[in-house]
């Protein structure tokens, strides 16, 4: 874990603190955090199903009954983001086989039909 002398040198090397225009990289060695992490969020109500458009970066989608595919419109999402996804609903068959990202939205596809209506959440990470 980087003691905050070796996190102070780092940004030291980028911009100083004050400066309103922060660019560049800040290579840490190790990060670590405790405690919670908030982000922004959409949380789809149930019985709202199928495709959606939801610009944060976390958020939950659910699947009707007989549905395996659902294309998430995310002005976050980009061809080489990272999205993460679970399925929140106990009970249902359903099992993410895959996420793929594309410049704008992402597609999210199951292992098979639903048996019930299913939610999936994710974090879009770029």
């Known amino acids: 874990m980087a003691t905050d002398a070796e996190v102070t040198a780092a940004v030291s090397l980028k911009a100083d603190i004050a400066s309103p225009t922060f660019t560049g990289t ?11 992490i908030s982000q922004s969020s959409t949380i789809t109500a149930p019985a709202t199903t199928g495709n959606r458009t939801i610009n944060t970066p976390t958020g939950t989608v659910n699947f009707a009954i007989g549905a395996e595919v659902i294309v998430v419109t995310n002005s976050l999402a980009t061809a080489n983001s990272l ?44």
């Open 83 to 126: 999205v993460f996804g679970t399925v929140r609903t106990d009970g249902t068959n359903g099992a993410i086989w895959t996420i793929v990202p594309a410049a704008g939205s992402f597609t999210i596809t199951l292992a098979g039909p639903v048996e019930v209506e299913t939610s999936v959440g994710f974090w879009v990470i770029n």
């Open 26 to 36: 800040v290579a840490l060695p190790t990060t670590s955090i405790s405690g919670k």
